[in-house]
């Protein structure tokens, strides 16, 4: 990655918000602290955060915004874990609980069979009934009606339930999941990785050290993940840093994460409607203080079910390069009142993209251009550089950092 350029103007403006010494860190390439993260949170200049953010981004790709032709499906809203925040989740005995059988996500799949789909998108609630040969025969039969899509399914939180439900290691989990066809981890679930957000939100599922545990897991057997983070409920600015400076420890060691996915917290019927749901200028800042903080990770995603398409648009200024997908049939966060449409078309994505002044790149799962994939189905892929691998960053001595211990 080539160094940050900001203009005079940009400089300035940084300057004038007290930001200066984080701007010089940034420029030379230097790992941001605890107290830099907080002092972005609270800067008031979000337009000069967000231009420091987009510079960022620039260095690392250029005028690319990358998207993909995907479908989500959902399989059960069965789940256990009783978490405040979910309006998507039934218990077994609600009339309106469901599950998909291997033959009801071919269907679902067989719908879309003149779309140029290349990822399947698999998550849903914890549900104890279901057998691991379940969830083998799912993605067995997503093989079968596209032989070539990369299945990117399962939460951590799911991963770590059927390590507990069948008594296995996860690895073991992983590792039968992967031989059945299994490409990828989502990332979900993590929500925010501290113990106060777990007591408080979502006790009943694994808290965040055993969140971690299953991604680092993951990533060691040749699974790559994305990593989320839910905001914009209880949790407090300090613990959006430490979510964050977990995730960039973790990546340090694994390198297994390919996007940070900052989700906003839908509050409509939830036990937590009383909470007013995050702005547009929140979901600008927090993809802004991501892209600033997470220097190894290398892709921030606007996720427009989330953000809608118009302020997922305006993220591809402030930090983020990725748009996500098509997406065909989301129905966890629009259960939580999400307003945003549950598909849209290929040529809408591009639309977005280049009314931004970005030049739209469509991706498969793993980051590669679709057009550098049309070599690999002769078998003839060409070498280059792994999109996934972030630039070196100039990472301070543990004595410098010690005000991160949390």
Request: one cysteine or more; charged letters at 25%.
């Amino acid at each position: 990655m080539t160094a940050p350029v900001l203009s005079r103007l940009e400089h300035r403006a940084l300057e004038a918000a007290g930001l200066g010494a984080i701007r010089d860190k940034v420029v030379a390439g230097e790992r941001l602290s605890r107290e830099d993260g907080l002092a972005l949170y609270q800067g008031a200049d979000l337009l000069a955060i967000g231009a420091l953010a987009n510079r960022v981004r620039e260095a690392r790709h250029g005028d690319a915004a990358y998207f993909i032709v995907n479908q989500h499906i959902n399989h059960t809203n069965v789940c256990i874990a009783g978490c405040k925040f979910c309006a998507f989740y039934r218990t077994a005995k609600q009339k309106d609980a469901y599950t998909l059988s291997p033959e009801d996500v071919e269907r679902r799949m067989r719908q879309h069979l003149d779309e140029p789909i290349r990822e399947i998108h698999m998550v849903g609630g914890v549900n104890p009934a279901l057998p691991l040969q379940y969830y083998v025969d799912v993605i067995r039969a997503m093989k079968r009606v596209r032989p070539d899509v990369h299945v990117k399914a399962f939460t951590m939180v799911e991963i770590a339930a059927m390590a507990e439900t069948f008594e296995k290691p996860v690895e073991e989990i992983l590792l039968t999941l992967k031989e059945a066809g299994l490409g990828s981890l989502p990332g979900g679930g993590a929500e925010i990785l501290t113990d106060h957000a777990h007591q408080v939100l979502f006790k009943g599922k694994i808290d965040h050290r055993a969140w971690m545990e299953v991604a680092k897991t993951a990533h060691r057997v040749g699974l790559r993940s994305n990593a989320t983070m839910l905001y914009g409920h209880v949790e407090t600015l300090d613990e959006r840093i430490d979510h964050m400076l977990a995730l960039r420890e973790a990546q340090d060691e694994t390198r297994g994460f390919m996007a940070f996915i900052p989700l906003a917290f839908h509050p409509e019927n939830t036990r937590l409607s009383h909470i007013p749901k995050p702005s547009a200028a929140d979901d600008l800042r927090q993809l802004a203080v991501g892209r600033l903080m997470l220097d190894n990770f290398p892709h921030i995603k606007a996720y427009w079910i989330m953000m809608t398409p118009r302020v997922a648009q305006a993220g591809l200024h402030f930090g983020a390069d990725d748009l996500d997908g098509t997406v065909v049939t989301e129905e966890i966060f629009h259960k939580a009142g999400a307003v945003s449409p549950q598909l849209v078309a290929r040529q809408r994505l591009v639309d977005l993209i280049e009314e931004a002044g970005r030049v739209p790149v469509e991706r498969d799962t793993l980051y590669r251009p679709v057009a550098d994939l049309m070599p690999v189905a002769a078998g003839s892929r060409a070498a280059g550089p792994d999109p996934l691998v972030p630039p070196a960053v100039r990472v301070p001595s543990p004595a410098s950092e010690a005000g991160m211990a949390h």
